[in-house]
């Protein structure tokens, strides 16, 4: 058995701990409790500059053990002592950081039992945006210097707390700024901090998308101008989130994206069409979001997918089964009803995407993508679907017999 003290007490062991969390993960629950003696132990003997590995290996159990970390018997142990140094730290201490960070973290595992804190840590994060964002323009009134990375921060414990609370956090977002304070960081001229700000913005259209709507408009514009040639290449983090963040807001605010979509098509064909080398996160966010566009705006959509169905369909093919593929398959759904003929030349790769499905739990879904494929079938005709299907390999075909063709 490994001794949790040793560990603790020493800075090497505590790095080396920090290691054994994220390998172990959920086998280190039944010793969650003697854990999180021993490294509130060391709490209280580092000093100011070893905080920083502390706070690391309480964020990394939080990760590692997620929901389990919310029982009162932890949380007795875990809060009280972070808390305190929480409100000892003033706005424009550095050593903010590595807490912020570390409430990220705490806020993702213990998911609604954050509530309880939720409130003060939302504010704050606000208040630093807020400062920073002065000391940006007036370092006099302020009285702080400018340091990106506490809004950096701030906005990245926000989108834990979005995380965390689900639907919960809107009474916060209700009677705050930050709307207005989100549409100015996703402007701002830091990589870094758009990034985190797009982030934020996917983050609260899934659980509170009626707050942004009032400026709505101004949200996609500017995400939208994140995913041109020129801002892939000079950040693709912050094209990454961006498209993300307007996949999102689509399946919430539906004809609201009107007005960019086809803007947005064209830079996610163009990152589909020139993906050898790019992130492959942002090659799947990319498919996802033309997916969910075209779910919404299929009108939109359908008259020029002739231009990327091929690379849609093969990057489809990558992402694992979960709702986010979903959305986009029934897009392509959507799109393939719309305009059966400009997508009938590239069947082969439509079958192939729907292939790519290990398992689809939803009767509906399942029906909508059988009505498409039999729709194909008539329209061909037998002996020419039939030597469609001889292009596929064998398990491929096998998949698709689920839907009855």
């Known amino acids: 058995m490994i001794n949790f ?150 906005l990245d414990l926000l989108s834990g707390l979005a995380e965390g ?27 870094d901090i758009r990034q985190s700000a797009l982030a934020l913005l996917g983050d609260l259209a899934r659980v509170c998308p009626k707050h942004l709507y009032p400026r709505i408009t101004d949200f996609l514009r500017v995400a939208a101008e994140q995913l041109s040639i020129t801002a892939v290449k000079e950040a693709v983090s912050v094209a990454n989130n961006a ?17 960019i979509v086809l803007t947005v098509i064209s830079s996610l064909a163009h990152i589909l069409q020139n993906g050898e080398g790019l992130n492959k996160s942002l090659l799947e966010n990319s498919a996802i979001t033309i997916g969910r566009l075209a779910w919404v705006c299929p009108e939109l959509v359908a008259p020029h997918v002739e231009h990327f169905i091929q690379s849609w369909c093969i990057t489809l093919c990558m992402i694992r089964d979960d709702y986010e593929k979903e959305d986009a398959f029934r897009g392509l759904c959507a799109i393939a009803r719309a305009n059966p003929s400009g ?21 509906d879904f399942h029906n909508e993508i059988s009505q498409v494929l039999h729709g194909y079938k008539q329209m061909l005709g037998k002996e020419t679907w039939e030597q469609g299907m001889s292009t596929l390999e064998p398990p491929e075909v096998q998949r698709l017999s689920r839907f009855g063709v």
């Open 5 to 154: 003290h040793l560990y603790a007490v020493s800075l090497v062991g505590l790095s080396a701990f920090a290691t054994l969390e994220e390998e172990a993960a959920e086998e280190l629950t039944p010793r969650l409790e003697i854990i999180l003696q021993h490294l509130l132990c060391a709490y209280g003997k580092y000093q100011r500059r070893n905080m920083r590995i502390l706070y690391d290996a309480i964020g990394t159990l939080a990760d590692a053990v997620g929901s389990e970390l919310n029982q009162p018997k932890y949380l007795e142990i875990l809060m009280p002592p972070l808390i305190a140094k929480w409100q000892q730290l003033a706005n424009a201490d550095k050593d903010l950081f590595p807490l912020l960070e570390c409430f990220t973290s705490i806020a993702q595992a213990l998911g609604p039992g954050f509530s309880q804190f939720a409130e003060p840590v939302f504010q704050r994060c606000i208040g630093i945006i807020q400062i920073q964002q002065l000391a940006k323009v007036d370092y006099a009134t302020a009285g702080v210097q400018y340091d990106k990375e506490f809004i950096v921060c701030s």
């Open 165 to 191: 609370l689900g639907s919960s956090v809107e009474s916060l977002v209700a009677t705050s700024n930050l709307r207005d304070l989100l549409l100015q960081c996703c402007t701002d001229q830091a990589a």
């Open 243 to 259: 498209c993300w963040a307007i996949g999102e807001l689509a399946v919430q605010v539906h004809q609201e994206v009107a007005p």
């Open 343 to 363: 997508t009938v030349s590239s069947l082969g790769y439509l079958c192939k995407a729907v292939a790519s499905w290990h398992e689809i739990r939803s009767q």
